[in-house]
DNA sequence: CCTAAGTAAGTATCTATTTACTTATAGGCT
DNA sequence: AGCCTATAAGTAAATAGATACTTACTTAGG
């Protein structure tokens, strides 16, 4: 690399290391595929993260903040969110992996981005119902929007007619039904 | 151990397999750590299971043959069911933690006890409308049964009411709701 | 010319798998 | 019944390759 550039460095860094993680999880991740991909070294990521967790907890909030921008919470219209929750899984399966990857090795780190939850909870009070609270409305949509990543795709290819489509579609049907 | 039995050491084994998976995962757990818990030496691990991921594919069938038999489908009282499915998880956590890493570290093993799920699909099949096939079905009522524990922890500790009833509770309706 | 960015080559530890060995036990033989 | 032996069950220790993290050094640029 002819210029020096920190920042741009830990950024490829940034970027390596979601893609690592998410492929394989904080446990079979490995520092020098990551530093071999951003075209950087080892000793950058040490300098710049301390280790291999401050690595993987960096790209996980990098990972969650990506999400809470680009679909952003619409209380009054549930149903067009989780289809875009929907599309966007789909588009960055990144995203959830290491979500899921979190949640089984670090689940500590898991929940540090805690206040984006928060906000969209308090922005769903009014949706509560007393049969299902806005803690557990949030809940239900996250996992009907990833519901098809988590399936085992021999299932999935069982439904031979099923597409994107259909499935977008049976995502947004069940959650206008729910709150009817 | 004074005497010899195949069998039972092989379950041992299988047993301490199924902890250490759950807890650790394929790439972290550790071959080292289920032989000491099962009482039992490294060596007998490969000559019963041939290496570390036939011990895994092993562990996580019988996992997933143990859910199989504690929560059968009920084709024509899925409300009720999705609350069992939900006791079972909450029961249960290591089934759908082994299930979890399957899916991200090892997506074709996890797709192999595939009878099991699609006998329970055919069973569905009358309850499908155009809006949402049997399979997508099946895909959301597992996905509502396991919502609670892929939430961050943080999230569900926002929920001061909640208890393992009220959760229940919400998952029974929403299906419910999405039948009608 | 001093500081921060970058590089290359260790090191110490860990870990899956194997090798070489010991011991219990079932079943044939006398 | 009691002995003998082939085989399966079990153990301990070595090996070979990874892998997270460090040390000692070089170079660009304000």
């Known amino acids: 690399?002819?210029?020096?550039?920190?920042?741009?460095?830990?950024?490829?860094?940034?970027?390596?290391?979601?893609?690592?993680?998410?492929?394989?999880?904080?446990?079979?991740?490995?520092?020098?595929?990551?530093?071999?991909?951003?075209?950087?070294?080892?000793?950058?990521?040490?300098a710049y993260f301390g280790n291999k967790s401050g690595l993987f907890d960096a790209a996980l909030s990098d990972a969650i903040r990506r999400m809470a921008e680009e679909v952003p919470p619409r209380p009054t219209e549930l149903p067009a969110w989780v289809g875009e929750l929907f599309d966007f899984h789909q588009r960055r399966p990144e995203v959830l992996?290491?979500?899921?990857?979190?949640?089984?090795?670090?689940?500590?780190?898991?929940?540090?981005?805690?206040?984006?939850?928060?906000?969209?909870?308090?922005?769903?009070q009014e949706q509560a119902s007393p049969a299902i609270s806005a803690v557990d409305l949030l809940v239900i949509i996250y996992a009907v929007a990833q519901a098809w990543q988590l399936a085992p795709v021999g299932l999935l290819s069982a439904d031979g007619r099923a597409s994107h489509?259909?499935?977008?579609?049976?995502?947004?049907?069940?959650?206008?039904r729910i709150l009817i």
């Open 97 to 124: 992996r290491i979500c899921l990857w979190a949640q089984l090795e670090r689940p500590e780190a898991a929940s540090e981005p805690l206040e984006t939850y928060l906000a969209k909870v308090e922005s769903l």
């Open 1 to 46: 690399m002819g210029q020096r550039d920190a920042e741009a460095t830990r950024a490829r860094i940034l970027a390596a290391a979601v893609i690592e993680f998410a492929a394989h999880g904080h446990s079979g991740g490995r520092i020098d595929r990551i530093a071999r991909e951003a075209e950087s070294n080892v000793r950058m990521i040490y």
């Open 165 to 176: 489509e259909t499935r977008r579609a049976a995502a947004v049907e069940v959650v206008t």
